[in-house]
């Protein structure tokens, strides 16, 4: 066949770094795997069972296209209540296949073709593919380790041209594990303000914190108004496979995504949006468990990586640790590369997340506390060879 059938912009996607190494990683034996971008924990029981018995009592049809206004109302109260926002329901709140589909939807509903996006990076390997699938342009904006992994506002409006439309954010941040403070936020909101920016905010890991409070971008001041708020229950309640997430913007921009919607989702699963009602109800404790347990295996490989001579900022939110492995002279390609070989550990090369994540890698800490003590010890082998 020599006619080129696929689309430019979708020939030209690059693969996920993250992909590729899992393919390889799921041909061997014996290997621990830090690689894992998903909860370890089963999706808790009372949530389970909601979604069963949804499933077994008949809801096996579609929803209205925004979701169940039960759920559009529990979202709406979980955000009042936690970070004092406040939307409507009925016409402010998107209920999506995940945080994937709210950032697929949100691209497509704002970008004419050749507007920009600056993207805080290292990131979701997702955003800039959404992106240029949007027919946009993604401006990768690398932050720094001695940043904290969190944008500068400076950066940010030295990025900006006339094409910039939107800022894309997402804290507690995948891979980093950063977690940005109010004061960090307002100064990026200063910026947004002034040059008229939609933010897009991803705050999929909000619950998933540690010692630190969680700030909503859009209970800023001014910047509810401008913001696309993205949130959801796959890392929160441990319903990765469940596909249930949502999108809360002001009602001009949210019709918008909601259209796009309308037309290639028609509606998310329902059996869960049942269970994420019963999720974001009544799931907190279930949450504290899991967050407790993530807090005592970041402690222990956060303080292990240090002790083995890899320094790695301590990560406040999500599930990952983010250690430098420059001391090894090896690129982060080839040291996640020789780490599988020789010592069957699997982490995730840092450039796969965008500019700013050369020189690290990302180890999750979503499995068991002694699979990490386990990885660690074998760490520590590699480290004796090549430290
Ligand atoms: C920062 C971030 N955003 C979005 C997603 C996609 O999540 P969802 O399961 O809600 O589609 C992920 C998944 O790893 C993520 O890490």
Sequence with gaps: MNKQYLAEKVVNLKPSGIRKFFDIVATMQDVISLGIGEPDFATPNPILEVGVRSLKSGATHYTSNAGRIGLRQAIAEFLNTHYGVDYHPADEILITVGVSEALYATMTALLNPGEEVVIATPCFVAYQAEVILAGGVPVELP???????????????????????????????????????????????????????????????????????????????????????????????????????????PKELLTGLARVHQYTIMCAPTMAQDAAIEAITNGATEVEIM???????????????????????????????????????MDDELFAQRLLDEEKVAVVPGSAFGAGGEGFVRCSYATAYEKIEEALRRIKSFMRRHG
């Design 291 to 329: 967050r407790n347990e993530y807090d005592r295996r970041r402690k222990l490989i956060v303080g292990g990586l240090n002790e083995l001579g890899l320094p790695t900022f301590e990560p406040r939110g999500a599930f990952y640790a983010f250690p430098n492995i420059g001391v090894t002279g």
């Design 143 to 249: 932050t720094r380790v001695d940043d904290k992994f969190v944008l500068r506002a400076n950066d940010l409006e030295a990025a900006i041209t006339p094409q910039t439309k939107a800022l894309l954010i997402g804290y507690p941040n995948n891979p980093t594990g950063a977690v940005a403070s109010r004061e960090e936020l307002l100064e990026i909101a200063k910026v947004a303000e002034k040059h008229d920016l939609i933010v897009i905010s991803d705050e999929l890991y909000d619950q998933l914190i540690y010692g630190v409070s969680h700030v909503c971008f859009a209970s800023l001041p001014n910047m509810r108004e401008r913001t696309i708020l993205l949130g959801g229950f796959s890392k929160n309640y441990a319903m990765t496979g469940w596909r249930i997430g949502f999108a809360a913007a």
